[in-house]
Nanobody
Framework: QVQLVESGGGLVQAGGSLRLSCAAS????????MGWYRQAPGKQRELVAT???????KCADSVKGRFTISRGNIKNTVYLQMNNLKPEDTGVYYC??????WGQGTQVTVSS
């Protein structure tokens, strides 16, 4: 059984930073693509960033230059460093192993 556990969300003022962590365990295929999605209230879930096993990354235009996705030294861990946060970054952030595995989500709230 595959399990993804996220941590690191919270409340921060605009301009602040947060670092999200995700650890995936279980029978996960390799190589793989891991990533972060987010869902704001009343909106659809959207892609934030992805990273391959080889370290290639993609980010949504809305977070380029502010967010950085990276892999940890432990297999199947992924991080999202979020700097210069804006109120529009508020939402539930989900870790994923593409395709098909999702974490429970961690809330990020950015106050103005």
């Amino acid at each position: 059984q595959v399990q993804l556990v996220e941590s690191g969300g919270g409340l921060v003022q605009a301009g602040g930073s947060l670092r999200l962590s995700c650890a995936a365990s279980g029978s996960i295929f390799s190589p793989n693509v891991m990533g972060w999605y987010r869902q704001a209230p009343g909106k659809q879930r959207e892609l934030v960033a992805t990273i391959t096993s080889g370290g290639s990354t993609k980010c949504a235009d809305s977070v380029k230059g502010r967010f950085t996705i990276s892999r940890g030294n432990i297999k199947n861990t992924v991080y999202l460093q979020m700097n210069n946060l804006k109120p529009e970054d508020t939402g539930v952030y989900y870790c994923t192993v593409i395709p098909g595995y999702w974490g429970q989500g961690t809330q990020v709230t950015v106050s103005s």
